[in-house]
Nanobody
Framework: QVQLVESGGGLVQPGGSLRLSCAGS????????MGWFRQAPGKEREIVAAVSRVAGNSYYTESVKGRFLLSRDNAKNTLYLQMNSLKPEDTAVYYCAAARVPNYYYVARFPSEFDYWGQGTQVTVSS
């Protein structure tokens, strides 16, 4: 089992940057594929970016490609999401999630694939 705690959210102006972190407990962080999701008011939770157990494969939803960068540091049990050129439509609660997968290079993308979730951190992009 792993517990996930997100941090780094806040209020930022359009065009600004934020770096989200997700700290995982336990010594099995590297056995999980990881992902960032977001949920805006009145909308369904959607995948933002995801990465395999070994940071060799990743996925980004089209709307964040070229602006967001996902990385993981298994030695520190931490997942990061660097968000640049933020837009008002990026406003949402951001969640990190962990998926138990046997394959080192599999990238999980769907909410049903993920076993553990953090509590979320609010990101608001507004002038």
């Amino acid at each position: 089992q792993v517990q996930l705690v997100e941090s780094g959210g806040g209020l930022v102006q359009p065009g600004g940057s934020l770096r989200l972190s997700c700290a995982g407990s336990g010594r099995t962080f590297s056995t999980y594929a990881m992902g960032w999701f977001r949920q805006a008011p009145g909308k369904e939770r959607e995948i933002v970016a995801a990465v395999s157990r070994v940071a060799g494969n990743s996925y980004y939803t089209e709307s964040v490609k070229g602006r967001f960068l996902l990385s993981r540091d298994n030695a520190k049990n931490t997942l990061y999401l660097q968000m640049n050129s933020l837009k008002p439509e990026d406003t949402a609660v951001y969640y990190c999630a962990a998926a138990r997968v046997p394959n080192y290079y599999y990238v999980a993308r769907f909410p049903s694939e993920f076993d553990y979730w953090g509590q979320g951190t609010q990101v608001t992009v507004s002038s």
